[in-house]
């Protein structure tokens, strides 16, 4: 059987796909690698589709054993890898033969990195992906050493044309974001979520928590449960936004002032405690 053995994976290595969505009224969060961007990288880089299931894996560490010749990429923030020892690199196509290992070190910006390899982790499917939702604790469980898994067939050649210089994770974001649907909560919404905020540590796969000036509300009434969206800006009542990520709840009732667009959710992803933010109401 193609495999790859585990060996040590640092703070936390998760499968992920490209997620669930479309369970919500089941109350399934979407889940899904956080950096879509980076996923769907290594997949072009090793031939796969590039929906297929790759690792993320949470400041570094990983360290995995081919036990099958194989075709890997690392893909996020810049980040050491080496094979047997031997420093090659990452956001390129590496060939393993059966019995080498890869090592991934400790990324000096951003905070997840993907390993796509060729023909894709292949470990079950739970509604129709394999991606690990934290939240509700669907799908593969956290990768631990000593475990074996498994790979899919190859389907498709190996290709260097995506290689690129991946550029450090900046320390400061501007974020764009549509208001709405709760902005007339509170007392001038869009100038308010324009200061200067700073991701904390209590931030992970289901929202980016911030600390700043906190949001008043203009009035005092109560909010039924309603949907919630990635990307959504919720407020609870201490005032401090919680941008959610892709293991998100599905509904929520505190107010949503505003929804980050889609393609700013992955830079989001990659933010560490103390990097600063400032949202950006676009139209």
Do not use: K
């Not at 390993?115 to 129709?128: K, N, Q, R, T």
């Not at 289901?206 to 203009?218: H, I, N």
Request: proline residues 11%; aromatic residues 4%; charged residues 15%.
């Amino acid at each position: 059987m193609r495999a790859l053995e585990i060996v040590a994976t640092g703070p936390l290595a998760l499968v992920q796909d490209l997620g669930r969505p479309g369970y919500a009224h089941l109350g399934v969060p979407p889940s899904g690698a956080l950096d879509t961007a980076a996923l769907r990288l290594g997949n072009r880089l090793v031939g796969n589709a590039e929906d297929a299931a790759g690792i993320e894996i949470l400041l570094g560490g990983l360290e995995i054993r081919a036990t099958t010749s194989c075709t890997v990429a690392v893909t996020g923030p810049p980040v050491p890898v080496s094979v047997d020892g031997r420093e090659t690199g990452s956001h390129a196509p590496l060939p393993l033969h059966a019995d080498q290992r890869l090592t991934i070190g400790r990324p000096a910006t951003g905070l997840r990195c993907y390993l796509a390899v060729s023909g894709g982790i292949a470990v079950d499917p739970v509604l129709g992906s394999r991606s690990r939702d934290v939240l509700s604790e669907l799908g593969p469980e956290p990768l631990t050493p000593g475990t074996r898994v498994p790979l899919g067939p190859v389907t498709g050649v190996p290709s260097g044309a995506d290689v690129v210089v991946a550029p450090p994770c900046p320390a400061e974001l501007t974020v764009p974001v549509l208001l709405g649907p709760r902005d007339d909560w509170f007392a001038d919404t869009a100038a308010a979520l324009a200061a200067q905020w700073t991701v904390t540590a209590e931030s992970n796969r289901v929202g980016v928590r911030l600390d700043g000036p906190p949001l008043r509300r203009s009035g005092t009434s109560e909010l039924p449960s309603e949907g919630v969206l990635t990307g959504a800006i919720q407020v609870p009542p201490n005032g401090l936004p919680l941008v959610f990520l892709a293991d998100h709840p599905t509904t929520g009732g505190y107010p949503v002032v505003a929804v980050v667009r889609s393609e700013s959710l992955g830079a989001l992803a990659q933010a560490r405690p103390g990097t600063s933010v400032r949202f950006r109401t676009s139209f």
